[in-house]
C-alpha cells in the first residue's frame, strides 16, 4: 500500500501543479486586459488635456479678433475727430476712444493670462507624452514576458498531462477511482499526510487508535474528520 500511496501523492502533486498553470494561463486575458487600460489610461489624460489646449488657443484667437476689431475702431474714431467741428462731439468720440483703450488694455491682461495656462498646459502635454511612452514601453516589456510565460506553462502543461497519464496508469482502477472521488469532494487534495498525529489535509487529531494502522498502512485509511485519504509522515 505504501508505494500505492506514493504514486497517488505523485499524482497529486503533479496535478496539483496543472492547476496551478491552468490558472496562470487562464489570468492571462486578464493580465493583458489590465496592460491595454493602463495605455489607454495614459492616452485619453492627453487627449483631455489637448482639448484643453485647443480651448485656450481658441480663446485667445477670439481675444485677438476683439482686440483688433477695437483698434481699427479707435483708428477709425481718430479719423473722425479730425473733421469734427463742435467742442461736444469732439470730447465725446473722445472718450468712446478712451473707453475702446480701456478696453484692450483688459482684454490684453486676459490674454497674458491666456498664455500662461497655455504654457503650463503645454508643459504638462510634454510631461504627458512622456509619460506615455514610459507606460507604453513598460506595457511592452511586460506583455513580453507574459507572453513567454504562457509559451513556457503550455509546454510545461503539455509536460505534466503526459506525466498525469502516465502515473495515472501505474495506480490500480479501482484505488484510481477512490482518489478521483475524494478529490472531487475535497476541492482538490485527496491525499493528505498525518504529521505528529495532525492530518494535514484538515489540521485536526487523528485518534492514537489508528496509529499502528496508519503505520503498517497495509489497508487504504481515511481522516475520520475530512475523509481524504491519509498516510503516516515517514520519519527519517
Ligand atoms: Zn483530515
Redesign the pocket.
Known amino acids: 500500500m505504501k508505494e500505492k500511496l506514493k504514486t497517488l501523492v505523485d499524482l497529486q502533486r503533479v496535478e496539483s501543479e496543472v492547476a496551478t498553470i491552468k490558472s496562470k494561463l487562464n489570468n492571462v486575458a486578464y493580465l493583458l486586459e489590465g496592460l491595454d487600460a493602463r495605455v489607454f489610461d495614459s492616452e485619453k489624460g492627453l487627449e483631455e488635456i489637448k482639448t484643453r489646449l485647443d480651448e485656450l488657443q481658441k480663446q485667445y484667437r477670439l481675444h485677438e479678433t476683439d482686440i483688433q476689431m477695437n483698434q481699427s475702431r479707435v483708428k477709425k474714431s481718430r479719423e473722425k475727430l479730425g473733421s469734427v467741428k463742435n467742442n461736444k462731439e469732439y470730447q465725446s468720440i473722445l472718450k468712446e476712444i478712451e473707453d475702446m483703450q480701456a478696453k484692450n488694455s483688459l482684454v490684453e491682461d486676459e490674454m497674458i493670462a491666456v498664455l500662461e495656462q497655455i504654457e503650463t498646459i503645454e508643459q504638462a502635454i510634454r510631461t504627458k507624452k512622456s509619460d506615455k511612452e514610459k507606460v507604453r514601453a513598460q506595457v511592452d516589456i511586460e506583455k513580453q514576458a507574459i507572453q513567454q510565460d504562457t509559451v513556457q506553462n503550455q509546454q510545461r502543461l503539455a509536460r505534466l498531462e503526459t506525466d498525469i497519464e502516465k502515473i495515472s496508469q501505474q495506480v490500480e482502477p479501482e484505488l484510481l477511482r477512490k482518489y478521483r472521488l475524494v478529490k472531487d469532494q475535497t476541492r482538490g487534495v485527496a491525499i493528505?499526510v498525518v504529521q505528529n498525529g495532525v492530518?494535514q489535509?484538515?489540521n485536526?487529531n487523528i485518534p492514537s487508535q489508528m496509529y499502528n494502522v496508519l503505520q503498517r498502512c497495509e489497508t487504504l485509511t481515511m481522516?475520520p474528520?475530512?475523509q481524504?485519504i491519509?498516510y503516516w509522515a515517514e520519519t527519517e
Open positions: 493528505a492530518c489535509g484538515c485536526l481522516c474528520h475530512c481524504r491519509i
